[in-house]
């Protein structure tokens, strides 16, 4: 099983529409959690950490569910320009370093 | 402040050719990360350094990949006798600790003719 996983996609939705991506891990002692967007032929930025008690920022949520251990990112009221990929990012199994996965990738249309 | 940087932004080399990338992290960020991302790929771990211990160099994919970091800051990235197949954008990231959030650079765009 992978340690990070996450449905590649791609979610094709209009503008104005709510859309969310799951990503589950695969080490429960995970601790760091977080969203990052990557554009087309770009670096990879930070959208948001993960918090246990779960954040939100204008229109996005994030969310953890440790029971179930996955982590969720709702956004809202679409645009054009949440046109990308969204990674998520958890730190491994037995290290210290953040493991990305393979990551979302959502298309808005007018 | 100033970003991670990356240096050079763009290395066409031929096959057999030994390539250097550098890494110039945020100041002061005891961590550093290179990852390596193929063309509608996700980003692949190479290499990680965390302050004065030994770097995690599990994801390097042979001993024709090696890495160093001089002084806890700059990092260079080393790739012996390029293959085609080492065509990738090669991306570094620092945090200010272990398991905080990661700055990436622009990456190098690395063509192996």
């Known amino acids: 099983r992978k340690e990070v996983e996450q449905d590649p996609g791609p979610f094709n939705v209009p503008e104005g529409a709510t859309v969310a991506f799951n990503c589950t891990y695969s080490n429960s002692a995970s601790q760091s959690f977080f969203w990052y967007r990557q554009d087309c032929r770009k670096e990879p930025k930070l959208l948001m950490s993960?918090?246990?008690s779960g954040n939100e920022d204008g229109r996005f949520t994030a969310q953890l569910n440790r029971a179930s251990q996955y982590i969720s990112l709702l956004i809202r009221d679409s645009k054009l320009s949440d046109s990308a990929t969204y990674l998520c990012?958890?730190?491994?199994?037995?290290?210290?370093?953040?493991?990305f996965g393979t990551g979302t990738r959502l298309q808005v249309f007018p | 402040g100033a970003g991670v940087s990356q240096s050079p932004s763009n290395k066409v080399t031929e096959k057999g050719k030994d390539v250097e990338l550098r890494c110039d992290p945020i100041?002061?960020?005891?961590?550093l990360y290179w990852y390596r991302q193929s063309l509608g790929q996700g980003l692949e771990f190479l290499i990680y350094?965390?302050?004065?211990?030994?770097?995690?160099k599990s994801g390097l994919p042979s001993d024709r990949f090696s890495a160093e970091r001089t002084g806890g800051s700059v990092s260079t990235l080393t790739i012996q006798r390029t293959q085609q197949e080492d065509s990738a954008v090669y991306l570094c990231a620092s945090s200010r600790r272990r398991q905080e959030t990661q700055y990436f650079g622009p990456g190098t765009r690395l063509l192996v003719l």
């Open positions: 100041s002061g960020h005891t961590a």
């Open positions: 990012v958890v730190n491994g199994y037995n290290t210290d370093k953040l493991i």
């Open positions: 350094f965390q302050g004065n211990s030994a770097p995690d």
């Open positions: 993960v918090y246990s």
